[in-house]
């Protein structure tokens, strides 16, 4: 898997699967997981979240992309951040690795990631894209040959970049 960093909106991405930082009940929200409900299209995407029945904290579930550019969305289920001794890096890295296999299911051989609680959960960004970048950096896939973290800021970017020259 090649591993890159980019500046931009998630929405945006032309990959074979976004993936959303959602919540728990897949109910849709505000950050990312309005900006994919809004462009994908919300009330098609509404109802398909609501047939996964939610997804806990730490995994991932599909849905097709509709409008998007992308085929399909992974939604995953980051943590909310209170103080790093409560599981967050491990259900963070599950994030990651959850998305990626669930891309493997589907076949996507490009996905993009946001970078997931780092908005309303309140991760703290530095903390973040170590998880993010040494987690992918672990994983190997004959099916996933891209994998996009998408910063939507200058500060995220520099911190993947930093992330992936260790
Ligand atoms: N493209 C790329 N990155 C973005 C975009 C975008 N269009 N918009 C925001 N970001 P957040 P979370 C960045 O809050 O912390 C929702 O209500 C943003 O700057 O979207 O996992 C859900 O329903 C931040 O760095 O996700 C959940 O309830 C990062 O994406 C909850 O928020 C993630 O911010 C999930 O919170």
Sequence with gaps: MRIEAVIGDITKQQVDAVVNAANSALAGGGGVDGAIHRAAGADQMHEACARLGGCPTGDAKATPGFGLAAKWVI???????????????????????????????????????????????????????????????????????????VAFDEYTLSLYQRELRL
């Design 75 to 149: 939604h995953a289920v980051g943590p909310r951040y209170r103080d790093g001794r409560h599981g967050e890096a491990e259900a963070l890295a599950s994030c990651y690795r959850r998305s990626k296999e669930v891309a493997e299911v589907l076949g996507a051989a490009s996905i993009a990631f946001p970078a997931i609680s780092t908005g309303i959960y309140g991760y703290p960004p530095e903390e973040a894209a170590h998880v993010a970048v040494q987690t992918l950096k672990g994983l190997e896939s004959k099916i996933v040959m891209l994998v996009r973290l």
